[in-house]
Structures are given as C-alpha cells and as structure tokens.
C-alpha cells in the first residue's frame, strides 16, 4: 500500500504522461506514512529495536540473506521520501511572518530541487530493487510452497502487483482528500488512472496464465483449490 509514489512517479516521470502530475505530491506522502509506519512496526515486532543501527554499519553479517537488502533499501528509500518532500513541507517557511523571503529555506530549497532529477532515479531504484526481492523471499519456503506458486518470475509478479496496489491506494487517497478537505475533484484523471490499473492488472494475468501454460502447469489449477485462486 505504500508504493503509490512509486507507482505514480514510474507513471509521470519514465513513461512521460504528465497529465498525472497533480497526483505525485499526495502519492509521494501516502508513500512517506506508508512506509515509514511499516518500518515503526517492523522495528517493533522484529524485538530489540534499539539495536537497528547495527544492519547498516555491520551489513556483511547478513550477507546471506535477502532481508538485508530489503531492509536497506526500505531505510534508504524513507529518507529519499523525505528529501523528495521537504520543498512542500518547508512552502509555509519559505516567507517570514513580515513577509520577507526566508533565505536559509530558499536556498535549502533550491539545493533539493536542483538534486531532484538524481533523488527521482533513486526513487525508482530503490523501490525496484525491495520489491522484487519481497518475492524473492516467496522463493525460500521451497517445497512447502504450493508448486503452482513456486515459479522463477515471483519477483516480477510481486514488482507488477506492487504497481496495482500502489494506483489503487492513490485513487482511494485522493478520493478521500478531496472530500475531507473540500478540494477539487480530479475525478477524470482517476478515471484515467483506473484504466492503467486495469491494464496493468490484465498483464499481470495474462502473464501468470502464459508463465504456468508454458511450464505445463496448468493441470495444477484444476487439482490445487484454493491456491489456484490465492
């Protein structure tokens, strides 16, 4: 749920369709509280806290896991969130309360926008890289996952999924902001955005059902019940 900035910053700034545009800055936060309360959580639920600083500064421990690399990439990507951010969040500083400029938050501002085209990059790498690996860690239960599921391409099929939800939760965000905050309406651009998801979604089908008849699968849908549907 939290890969809308992505989703949508893969849609504006690689695919080039900036009509969408209006849409980065709410997906980019949903992004942001996403993603740093998974990381507040995982912290937590994982037991000694605390100790987190050790990943970074001693990663060859983990070398053998692919944990470690999700867990890197999720670090660096929350404060790649926060970079890409802090021009909106630091709007209402720019100006004193006399109304003169605020220079130290003007050139601040302007070092963050003149850096944005390599933060965007590794707002696109970074996410990449974390989400296919979330698959690969499908992989690691080997026999005890269900053989119809047990497929080379998880990663991708996680990456491509990912996308779906992350469209999704910016259609329900905007929604939502626009009626909250009684702001305009973007109901023809979410109409539109809906479609990509629609067919992101069919490729991803389309793709699974080749994927499974070109590994002579297929007789395990009919045979696997419920996890043919999972």
Not at 54 to 78: D, I, M
Request: proline share 6%.
């Amino acid at each position: 749920l939290g890969c809308g900035g992505y989703a949508v910053a893969l849609l504006v700034y690689v695919l080039n369709r900036g009509r969408y545009h209006p849409l980065v800055r709410p997906a980019v936060l949903t992004s942001l509280l996403g993603y740093g309360l998974a990381v507040l959580a995982v912290s937590v639920d994982l037991g000694r806290p605390w100790e987190l600083w050790k990943v970074p500064v001693f990663f060859w421990r983990w070398t053998h896991s692919p944990q470690l690399e999700v867990a890197l990439c999720v670090a660096a990507y929350v404060l790649v969130l926060l970079v890409e951010i802090s021009p909106a969040l630091l709007e209402r500083s720019r100006r004193r309360a006399d109304g003169t400029p605020n220079r130290t938050v003007d050139r601040l501002v302007g070092g963050v926008e003149r850096l944005l085209p390599f933060i965007l990059a590794l707002g696109l790498v970074l996410p990449t890289m974390h989400q296919s690996s979330l698959g690969t860690m499908m992989l690691l239960p080997g026999p005890r996952l269900h053989a119809l599921w047990f497929t080379p391409w998880l990663p991708f099929l996680f990456l491509v999924s990912c996308l779906v939800m992350g469209y999704g939760v910016v259609a329900v965000e905007a929604a939502f902001s626009s009626w909250a905050f009684r702001r305009p309406r973007h109901t023809a651009m979410l109409a539109d955005l809906s479609r990509v998801a629609m067919w992101v979604t069919a490729f991803w089908v389309a793709f699974r059902v080749g994927e499974v008849a070109v590994a002579g699968e297929l007789g395990l849908v009919r045979g696997g019940r419920g996890a043919a549907f999972a």
